[in-house]
């Protein structure tokens, strides 16, 4: 699963990047121009050591007393993420939560962009959603192969998110980030990522005192 | 920040303990009663070393070669996570997003009840969404001081995202579980958990060759 020539990057760091690329993204628009691993740990509730340190695997991106220039470092991190392209994503399932995702706002200028919606309730097929109409499940694998897109959101219910999610390997996804509260099952060479705001909220409570 | 005296229990293993009850809970809809510390490994991706690990801070769950009993683990479990009984919830912000964590069906059954609704916008408030009627922000703190609420769901655009953090904060929320794509400052005793699609994405894109 490697890529860009950085094989030995304990995967828990790779998880750190775009959390400072967030927080880079946000000094930026604050109109800031320089900053510190002492700052961007305070932001973060991170060491300021563990984000030279993360940092350090990837080529020296300041020097120790002068900080880092933000624009430098956003560049350098959207270039190590692969975002200094854009990525087309498959959305799987416009519910309530499907449709909240095609609306969102935030995917453009990160780097991702919905470029077809699926689903397979005969009722929401031929809707539109912003520019793209949804797609009967029957078109999927055609159409992510025409479109060459690697990467699938998955917001079906929880009992068909298995079932798609081998249509989505078999047409050729190969990261899929999923909505529905199940592990996924896929080969070795698939990635997931999970989105369940139950498990954050499970990890909270597990240090509130009754 | 510790309870149920684990004191010593690092944070990486409380934040699996609500993966490891999700898939038991697939399991047990199942019908299954058994699984093992293997099986469930399959399942997660995790070792079946680190899983017997993990569990074993809590007592043990199971004996070598029985298997967990697997409605046992997770009763055990919810008592661990303080699920073993129900949680309100205050839901800031119901644009799309928020009306899409306002009609999840998914909060119910596993410990959470969204118990009020807030937005800025007078056009929203007095909507009904679900069996709630959306207040506005002036109405917040009172809201959740009279409800004893401790944790909030924040869907509000990014640039508000702060500020209504600072009023929960004050409201006394102790945790906030945040879906605007944003680091929250907040004083070290209050927990924040983030959803933000993007990062789960970038976190994939890194792997993949152009």
Known sequence: ??????????????????????????????GQEITSSHELGQRLGISSAQIRKD???????????TGYQIEYLQEKLRKVL??????EVALIGVGDLGKAIAHYR???????????????????VGQEIGDYTV???AALQQAIQDKGIRLAMLAVPVQH????????????????????????TVPKHIQVQYI???????????????
């Open 106 to 124: 935030g995917f453009a200028d990160r780097g991702f962009h919905i470029a077809c919606l699926f689903d397979s309730d005969p009722a929401k």
């Open 1 to 30: 699963m490697a890529s860009n020539g950085h094989d030995n990057i304990p995967d828990i760091v790779i998880g750190r990047l775009p959390i400072y690329l967030r927080a880079l993204n946000r000094l930026a628009d604050d």
């Open 135 to 137: 797609q009967p499940m």
């Open 161 to 184: 998110a298995q079932e798609v999610a081998n249509t989505l390997v078999e047409s050729g996804i190969t990261g899929i980030l999923n909505y529905a509260p199940i592990n996924l």
């Open 82 to 87: 692969n975002i200094d392209r854009e990525w």
């Open 55 to 65: 940092l350090s695997h990837f080529g020296g991106f300041g020097k120790q007393g």
């Open 196 to 210: 369940d705001p139950v498990v954050g909220l499970q990890r909270m409570t597990y240090y509130l005192e009754d």
